[in-house]
């Protein structure tokens, strides 16, 4: 949803409004353009109390099963783990993987919806509660769509990466996986020399897969998601000009048809985006279970 913005009433500049929204409440002001040490504060409590909102809906709608006709809630929640149970069966093959592997998927479905959704909030939503309280003299920025920040989804993604990585040693063992890391895709050879440096190659290759394999999952998300915050604010700010005018009324229901059908197509993308992360959670935690 998108609202009239206040851009107008804070004497903000296009650029400077969306330089604002796009802004991070961080620990400290970054020393350089890669600081390891600085954390987004906002992406770190949106995630965490959506993830901990999404888990006790799942705990509740677990505990209030019944066998009798479902209720409209547990009817959806059944519908969503036959379809990632599904899923998870056709791509990870080892039942006892999927026992830990399934409600992975599902977790990561439901986390990852929730977190693109708070999109759907009005943009100066926040903005306007924190000026009207007078936190906005403590508090002078804050991002609520964790997704489209890209610390948020690269951890995800590397969390993503750590379990290929457990499953590929509880499923080949260490000297297996070892192994399989020196001798594929390229092979070895029985000469000493050229085993070594197919042993180099091999290795490179398999450390580049895994980076591309992170580095995309979690960019995928983040683009997709970020462009829809950005389309949002931009939006907005037609509505900005005012009633003054024949064009400032033209922009305000410009902006008004517009963002609802933004927001409408948006639903689309929040879904899309959440199930194809967690259909590359599966293929990769499937892909650690296959030997070369």
Known sequence: MVTQDNAAQQGLSAGQYITHHLTHLQTHKPLSVIDMSVLNLDSIFWSVLLGCLGLWVMWRVAQSVTSGVPGRLQAAVEILFEMVDTQAKGIVHNAHSRKFVSPLALTVFVWVFLLNSMDFLPVDLFNTVLTVT??????????????????????????????????????????????????????????????????????????????????????????????????????????????????????????????????????????LQAFIFMMLTLVYVGQAHEHH
């Not at 906005?136 to 890209?150: G, K, M």
């Not at 080949?172 to 890391?181: F, M, R, S, T």
């Open 134 to 271: 007078g936190l906005n003299h403590y508090i002078h920025a804050l991002r609520v769509v964790p997704t489209a920040d890209l610390s948020t989804t690269l951890a995800m993604s590397s969390s993503v990466l750590l379990v290929c990585f457990y499953y590929n040693v509880k499923i080949k063992g260490a000297l297996g996986w070892a192994h399989e890391l020196v001798t594929a895709p390229f092979g070895t050879s029985k000469n000493p020399f050229l085993a070594l440096i197919l042993g180099v190659l091999n290795f490179g290759m398999q450390m580049i897969e895994f980076t591309a394999k992170t580095v995309s999952q979690g960019m995928r998300l983040f683009g997709n998601m970020y462009a829809g915050e950005l389309v949002f604010m931009l939006i907005a700010l037609m509505g900005a000009v005012g009633f003054g005018s024949v064009t400032g009324v033209a922009l305000w229901l410009g902006h008004v048809l517009v963002g609802t059908g933004w927001a409408i197509f948006h639903i689309l993308i929040v879904s």
